[in-house]
């Protein structure tokens, strides 16, 4: 491999952890306690403008909500919207998800946090308001950054146990915030907080923009079910496919095309019991399915690549043929909105299984999230033509 990638290097102090190294910050902070970083980007400007915010907002495909804390209470709406309160109405917010999805710069921004696993990595969601607007005092099931873009904004939080809510909201709102931490941020500064960290982030002045980077925490739930429905694909393929064997071929499952038998049970005379020995065959039936890390690795791959229906791509109209001929220069580059990921010999792509043969180009793709041509000359056919698919779909593109 080309020694020309950047990765991010985890031992080296940075400003945007506030002087900590990403090894130092996730050892004392990440899952643990709030981290205030003043000028974690020195000189910040946000990707977008309020404008560009709200032009999002106007798009059917994309998540986002706008909540006013008005004289009746608390109001939420979800977009798309046609029109947004002025300025010179106090104490709304409009949030939009998934910004990096639409714009470059807002993606490159959220891979500064890339010392932390894709795996863990939601979305950059941008926030504006107008004076003293916010979404009430609340906690989070996700570890988020909040860096502050433009104008100004008050953060309270708590370390508080009681996490009980306001009855009857339309949104979360605690009953009672009990704050140990009060500070304003100003354009550049960020706060880190895990889960459950109750907090409220208020607009100081109209004009403040928040772009929160979020990251994702799976419960225990999800994973189960997850990983039981990913092994249950290996019974319902019961053909055999092309490489002979029972489902995936990157996941062979058993043979379970044989009928139950009860040859030898006796006569009943309780006929509506269900019978022990249909128990146990079911039992000893599930004990076929496998259940490893490969399938765990199968699940995970594919549902943590998969993306939100906002994700829209934007093939070249004539994409280089890498099968055909590898440019002398240039380098293959992911799309902002896809997702590469690897287990092993595994590799997973905006949702599907791509390849299950050990391939280093591909891991390289994934942790780079480019490939320079030199790279490519020594890959495989059938790989280049992977590739060749995916310029097609627009997943990957190519920069001269
Ligand atoms: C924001 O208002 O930009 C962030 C909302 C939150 O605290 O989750
Ligand atoms: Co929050």
Redesign the pocket.
């Given at each position: 491999m080309s020694a020309a990638y950047s990765t991010p290097d985890i031992d080296q102090p940075t400003p945007l952890l506030g002087g900590l190294s990403p090894r130092e910050f996730m050892r004392d902070y990440w899952q643990k306690k709030p981290l205030l970083i003043r000028q974690a980007i020195p000189g910040f400007r946000p990707p977008v403008t309020i404008r560009d915010v709200q032009t999002l907002a106007r798009r059917e495909e994309v998540e986002s909500r706008l909540i006013v804390h008005g004289e009746q209470g608390w109001s939420l709406k979800h977009g798309p919207f046609r029109r947004f309160p002025s300025a010179a109405q106090p104490k709304w917010?409009l949030?939009v998800q998934s910004v990096d999805l639409h714009d470059d710069e807002s993606a490159a921004l959220m891979r500064q946090f890339r010392f932390i696993s894709d795996a863990r990595l939601d979305d950059l969601?941008?926030?504006i308001?107008s004076d003293g607007?916010?979404?009430g005092p609340?906690f989070?099931s996700y570890d988020?950054f909040?860096l502050q873009g433009q104008g100004r904004?008050r953060w309270r939080t708590s370390r508080q146990a009681d996490r009980a809510l306001v009855p009857g909201l339309p949104l979360k709102i605690l009953a009672d915030f009990q704050p140990d931490a009060d500070d304003i941020l100003e354009p550049g500064d960020m706060l880190y907080?895990p889960p459950h960290v109750c907090?409220?982030?208020v607009a100081v002045g109209n004009d403040c923009m928040?772009?929160?980077i979020g990251f994702r925490v799976p419960s225990q739930a999800t994973l189960a079910r997850g990983l039981l429905e990913s092994a249950a694909d290996q019974i319902s393929a019961q053909h055999l496919d092309d490489s002979g064997l029972y489902g995936h071929p990157c996941l062979p499952g058993p043979d379970l095309s044989a009928l139950y038998t009860d040859a030898d049970v006796p006569a009943t005379r309780a006929p509506a019991a269900l019978p022990d020995h249909l128990v146990q065959a079911t039992l000893d039936t599930l004990q076929r399915i496998r259940l490893d890390s490969a399938v765990a690795a199968r699940f995970l791959g594919q549902w943590l690549t998969s993306l939100p229906d906002s994700a829209l791509f934007d093939p070249a109209e004539v994409p280089v043929a890498l099968s055909t001929a590898i440019p002398q220069t240039g380098r293959l580059a992911l799309d902002r909105c896809t997702r590469l990921m690897y287990s092993g010999p595994q590799v997973f792509i905006n949702g599907e299984v791509a390849a299950c043969a050990t391939e280093p180009a591909l891991q390289a793709l994934a942790d780079h999230r480019t490939l320079p041509a030199d790279d490519l000359r020594a890959l495989r056919p059938e790989t280049l033509a992977l590739l060749d698919e995916w310029m097609q779909e627009g997943w990957a593109h190519w920069e001269d």
């Amino acid at each position: 491999m080309s020694a020309a990638y950047s990765t991010p290097d985890i031992d080296q102090p940075t400003p945007l952890l506030g002087g900590l190294s990403p090894r130092e910050f996730m050892r004392d902070y990440w899952q643990k306690k709030p981290l205030l970083i003043r000028q974690a980007i020195p000189g910040f400007r946000p990707p977008v403008t309020i404008r560009d915010v709200q032009t999002l907002a106007r798009r059917e495909e994309v998540e986002s909500r706008l909540i006013v804390h008005g004289e009746q209470g608390w109001s939420l709406k979800h977009g798309p919207f046609r029109r947004f309160p002025s300025a010179a109405q106090p104490k709304w917010t409009l949030l939009v998800q998934s910004v990096d999805l639409h714009d470059d710069e807002s993606a490159a921004l959220m891979r500064q946090f890339r010392f932390i696993s894709d795996a863990r990595l939601d979305d950059l969601m941008i926030s504006i308001a107008s004076d003293g607007g916010g979404v009430g005092p609340h906690f989070d099931s996700y570890d988020v950054f909040l860096l502050q873009g433009q104008g100004r904004r008050r953060w309270r939080t708590s370390r508080q146990a009681d996490r009980a809510l306001v009855p009857g909201l339309p949104l979360k709102i605690l009953a009672d915030f009990q704050p140990d931490a009060d500070d304003i941020l100003e354009p550049g500064d960020m706060l880190y907080l895990p889960p459950h960290v109750c907090h409220d982030g208020v607009a100081v002045g109209n004009d403040c923009m928040t772009l929160s980077i979020g990251f994702r925490v799976p419960s225990q739930a999800t994973l189960a079910r997850g990983l039981l429905e990913s092994a249950a694909d290996q019974i319902s393929a019961q053909h055999l496919d092309d490489s002979g064997l029972y489902g995936h071929p990157c996941l062979p499952g058993p043979d379970l095309s044989a009928l139950y038998t009860d040859a030898d049970v006796p006569a009943t005379r309780a006929p509506a019991a269900l019978p022990d020995h249909l128990v146990q065959a079911t039992l000893d039936t599930l004990q076929r399915i496998r259940l490893d890390s490969a399938v765990a690795a199968r699940f995970l791959g594919q549902w943590l690549t998969s993306l939100p229906d906002s994700a829209l791509f934007d093939p070249a109209e004539v994409p280089v043929a890498l099968s055909t001929a590898i440019p002398q220069t240039g380098r293959l580059a992911l799309d902002r909105c896809t997702r590469l990921m690897y287990s092993g010999p595994q590799v997973f792509i905006n949702g599907e299984v791509a390849a299950c043969a050990t391939e280093p180009a591909l891991q390289a793709l994934a942790d780079h999230r480019t490939l320079p041509a030199d790279d490519l000359r020594a890959l495989r056919p059938e790989t280049l033509a992977l590739l060749d698919e995916w310029m097609q779909e627009g997943w990957a593109h190519w920069e001269d």
